[in-house]
């Protein structure tokens, strides 16, 4: 089983956009780590045309292969349904979520991504831009679902948001599956909301004892500008 592998959950809308960002990862994938990529079962075919002559590992997996069942919709709540569900390929311990629409703009290794075997850096900040826009649409129950995942991991503290290429720890994705109240959380479930995200974005601090702050880039390109501060989290409850 690898260490740290990239993931990506795409389909046939984003095909000219996945192919420019498997051409950055053949470029700039200096420590040649596998690459997964999980597609619907009708778009197989299309993305078994894109051309592979590096030396790293590349796989084409199903939608259907990972979530165990058909997947007819193609959204954002079976998308993530699908990134969740990737660590039951056995894989690896850890895996990179890329989307189809980011590529990299330099050299990446495994040390941007790791500190040590065992910890994931993750890129975390205060979204203050959507706490404005919130406040500007008179939304003022927009953070009621963090507020209660806060609650339910007794974790105070700030609220942050999480950068969108997250790295998840198929540890804790088992610990979820396995002793989360699914219906409570909507967890694993068509019926999962985007208080996922978020939940999954402070679960990955569950294991560690202390916080380290570092920053850096990683060389992620998106058709966003954010000044990324790349947190090395060790407990979400002592934010």
């Known amino acids: 089983m690898a260490k740290l592998v990239l993931f990506c959950k795409t389909f046939k809308g984003d ?14 994938n200096k420590d ?21 002559n590096a030396s790293y590992k590349f796989e084409i997996l199903t939608d259907e292969e ?12 079976t998308q993530q349904t699908v ?10 311990d850890f895996y990179l979520i890329l989307d ?4 990299f703009i330099q050299d990446f290794h495994k040390s941007d991504f790791m500190y040590d075997d065992e910890t994931p850096y993750i890129v975390m900040y205060e979204n203050k831009y959507f706490k404005e826009l919130a406040s500007c649409l008179g939304d003022k129950n927009i953070f009621d679902n963090v507020k209660k995942i806060k ?9 942050y ?13 088992a610990e979820l599956e396995k002793n989360v109240d699914t219906i409570e959380m909507c967890m694993f479930s068509e019926e999962s909301s985007r208080k996922t995200t978020y939940y999954f974005g402070f679960a990955q601090t569950v294991y ?3 916080i380290q702050i570092a920053v850096g880039r990683t060389g992620i390109g998106t058709e966003f500008e954010s000044t990324a501060f790349v947190f090395l989290i060790h407990d979400g409850s002592k934010i």
């Open 151 to 159: 609650d339910y991991l007794k974790r105070d503290g700030k609220i």
């Open 32 to 52: 040649n780590l596998p690459f997964y990529i999980s597609v619907p079962k009708s778009d197989l075919e299309l993305f078994r045309k894109v051309k592979h």
């Open 208 to 210: 560690n004892d202390h």
């Open 83 to 92: 990134k969740m569900k990737f660590y039951n390929v056995g894989v690896a």
């Open 161 to 173: 948001s999480f950068y969108s290429n997250p790295i998840f720890s198929s540890k804790v994705l």
């Open 15 to 28: 095909f000219k956009r996945f192919k420019i960002l498997k051409e950055s990862v053949d470029k700039y």
């Open 66 to 77: 990972i979530i165990g069942g058909e997947n007819n919709i193609q959204n954002w709540i």
């Open 100 to 103: 189809s629409d980011s590529y």
